[in-house]
């Protein structure tokens, strides 16, 4: 799961981890009413406007409905003109910014609304660096990065400049350790004020990932500031869903905007969907065979609209929304149904596809691949429904089945 | 001589609520040795089960099974009670991971850890805490370990299996019992299939399991079953092209995944651009693994990679 950028900065706060002071608005009214107060805190005439989507990329990014307007924007207006010349700038920049469409490298050519504007203040950088906590597969443990190449894409440094990219592994049994902090800090190349700032920060970053459960915890740039004080100037955290159970506080942070409506009312039913671009819809039992059904549907030359696991107890009723869905994509010109059923039984399934056909009514067709536990009873059900199914005997000839029926 | 599990094991299931329960009977039908639960707030009962024998399991048994198994509140009193070396856990998620660890500091060899959801950072904890112990972990997220007519440890299918030389390893459930059944019509049959799951932090990987089958007799060839996400099928390459004498065919599965999205298991997700269907399968082929194009070649290609 992710949160904003303002979310996670008011999670790292709350641990005592040094973020610039901010307010979130959601109305151009509350932009500006933001203004004096952020001058008056931090003594810097300085007032940034960043846009609040999940998507990052925003600082470079542009507004479709006002391609001069970037995603963040630095109000310096206040420098010579005092706070109501910050208040004229940002009431400009805010109702330009509030409602419109910001277009990042990372929100795709749709670009996302963005509804919630987050005003901070203006910060004196000495460096940007880059910090992250995340879990390392391969080891089974989460580990720090760092870099001294804070403001760039990460994956760039890694790809052209791996070498300055510092690594820390988690012993989980202690945490990340203060030689492990001190490491870090001789590597970023730190002063001796800003060594003394970094070593807390990085450890209650470490104290932080544990404690919430996050994926990722990224902070790009973390700055280093003149009088050398350690600051997370970006935050961005993400949640493992697995373990929202034990948040309810982060779970409630959750955007229901940022997300899909079909994939969040397939969630709701116990499903698990997501959505593509393609022609044929499927619905498949197990996350692996229903990855390897879209696989095997471009493999025989077309794209497959979704990915959909009924997962191992699909009754009629879950069933029937499944189609449903499916049948919400204006997309979909064929569906294919491809179950091996193990604990799940064909007859079941057999009876809850017709039942949900009966009431959805298709218009497009469909191809059943049933295989497994009574799948003869399964077969029979459907044959003797008189709906128009045709039944495949394996998983490649049900896709080419559905892929030459849906051209 | 298969891998992990034979007639021999004796397993201990921890989790007796109604999948718990529903799996122990299937297992328990298939002639799998099982031995007791552990359910603390059940502690003290003794469990009927009672049904038709699943004749695709172990042979030379009657036509119907009643068996009675001991609910304890510790894995502690369960070995002691029933000298078990292996358990299976389907404990939900906010407990699978204590499970797990409470098996482990019982001293079970094997534990099976059926349990979907668990969290990632209790999953880091239980390999920190296993490093020291004698326990091999399989898990967790996954559909269990089958030696075909001999013990069957999890939820998958038991007639769809066939003792015969192939080892099967995967990340998936449904999508391996396409590669068992594949298998199994083809003649070709199975050893011992793995389900190592779906999780991005595991106990037991390909390269742990491959490992295994290029050291038992019985295994002629295997079968790898891998997923987008994490480098594991890339590490087991390595593996394949300079340790591994027998042939292994394998898929992949998450070519049209799109990047940044967990497709189902928690595991299969491409970030970062690493952990492409794409890199896997060009390591594999390098490493000389037949690759099937699609789930329904996977039969075709172990019978090519035998030659």
Known sequence: MKIHEYQAKHLMAERGIPVPTGHLATTVDEAVAAVRPLIAESGNPVVVVKSQIHAGGRGKGTFKEHPDVR??????????????????????????MLGSTLVTVQTGP???????????????????????????????????????EGGMEIEKVAAETPEKILREEIDPAIGLADFQARELSYGLGLDDEAVKNFAPFVEALDRAATELDTDLIEINPLVVTADGRVMALDGKMAFDDNALFRHPDVAAMRDGSEEDPAELEAKKSGLNYIKLDGTIGCLVNGAGLAMATMDTIKH????????????????????????????????VKGIFVNIFGGIMRCDVIASGIVAAVKKVGLGVPLVVRLEGTNVEMGKRIIEDSGLDVVSADSLKDGAEKIVELAR | MSILVDRDTKVLVQGLGKTGQFHTDKAIAYGTQMVGAVHPSRAGEVVRFEGDTDHSGVSGRD????????VFATMREAVAGTGANASVVYVPPPFAADAIMEAAAAGIELVVAITEGIPVGDMVEVKRYLADKPTRLIGPNCPGVITPGECKIGIMPGYIHQRGRIGVVSRSGTLTYEAVHQLTVTGLGQTTAVGIGGDPVNGTNFLDVLRMFEDDPETEGVVMIGEIGGTAEEEASEFVAKQMSKPVAGFIAGTTAPAGKRMGHAGAIVSGGRGTAKAKIAAMTEAGIAIAQTPSDMGEAMVRALG
């Open chain 1, 110 to 148: 749709e670009g996302k609304v963005v509804n919630r504007l987050y005003l901070e203040q203006g910060i004196d950088i000495a460096r940007e660096l880059y910090l992250a906590v995340l879990l390392d597969r391969a080891v089974g443990r989460n580990i720090v990065m760092a870099s001294t």
């Open chain 1, 300 to 331: 025989v030359g077309a794209e497959p609209a979704n990915f959909l696991d009924v997962g191992g107890g699909a009754d009629e009723e879950q069933v029937t929304t499944a189609f449903q869905i499916i049948m919400s994509d204006p997309n």
């Open chain 1, 71 to 96: 995603g963040v924007n630095v109000v310096t207006a206040g420098v010579d003109g005092g706070p109501e010349a910050a208040e004229e700038a940002v009431r400009d920049l805010a109702g330009k």
């Open chain 2, 63 to 70: 036509d119907t099974y009643s068996v009675d198994l001991p």
